[in-house]
């Protein structure tokens, strides 16, 4: 089973910043925050990963909290593009199951 | 373009047939992962390879199986095909196995299973 909790679904306006939240309560310290994204008809993406500090890309930025039992994916400026489900999951070092939950489909309004 | 290929992009198909799924990984990644998509079950972790081994095994049906061969290419092979086998299946590469490796997705093989 998935080890984070998402919203379904999320409402966000172009050209606005998004915050994306994902518990992870139960994480343990060899734990990594990875997120990806899967675009209609398309596969799964990745966007961006973490261990404890904050992490930013080109994508996205990754902003974890002290306890890590919560993280947040931050897209600065989101364009119609970006409309798609994201994915929080947590990978353990040696563990080669990487279990998705249901995401969080985020939808753009123009 | 993850440089992931996966054929067929779509397969229509009968109950009780069998089919094979084929995906090769981007040049340089040992690992290979499946995974099901289908409407009301999300992505499900089939199972995975590292370098024609099998490192770890989800919810893969025992009609369902699996290699990875020397040249690392991966088949899924699906038998006794059933309705509710109709899907989306997705395969993943990365370089190597691990919590910080990125997994390259291809775009899928749809099966429809009539």
């Known amino acids: 089973d998935a080890k984070t909790t998402q919203p379904n679904s999320m409402e966000s306006n172009e050209e606005e910043p998004v915050h994306l939240p994902c518990n992870h309560s139960?994480?343990?310290?060899?734990?990594?925050i990875h997120w990806y994204r899967q675009l209609p008809s398309q596969g799964p993406e990745y966007v961006i990963h973490?261990?404890?500090s904050n992490v930013n890309n080109r994508m996205a930025s990754l902003a974890i909290a002290e306890d890590r039992k919560s993280s947040t994916l931050i897209l600065h400026r989101a364009t119609l593009r970006d409309a798609a489900v994201y994915y929080c999951?947590?990978?353990?070092?040696?563990?080669?199951?990487?279990?998705f939950g249901k995401g969080t489909r985020l939808h753009i309004l123009p | 373009d993850s440089g992931v290929t996966q054929t067929p992009k779509h397969l229509i198909t009968a109950t009780g047939q069998r089919v094979t799924l084929r995906c090769s990984p981007r040049?340089?990644?040992?690992?290979v992962y499946w995974y099901q998509q289908s409407l009301d079950q999300g992505l499900q972790f089939l199972i995975q390879?590292?370098?024609?081994?099998?490192?770890a095994k989800g919810n893969i049906l025992e009609r369902f199986s699996a290699q990875q061969f020397p040249d690392l290419h991966s088949e899924l092979n699906l038998s006794s095909l059933e309705l509710g086998d109709s899907a989306l299946y997705f395969c993943?590469?990365?370089?190597?196995?691990?919590?910080?490796?990125?997994?390259?997705f291809g775009e899928g093989s749809r099966l429809t299973v009539l």
């Open positions: 993943a590469s990365s370089v190597v196995p691990g919590a910080t490796g990125e997994l390259f």
């Open positions: 139960t994480i343990s310290g060899t734990d990594y």
């Open positions: 973490g261990l404890t």
């Open positions: 999951i947590l990978r353990d070092v040696g563990d080669d199951k990487i279990i």
């Open positions: 040049s340089g990644d040992l690992s």
């Open positions: 390879y590292y370098n024609g081994e099998e490192r």
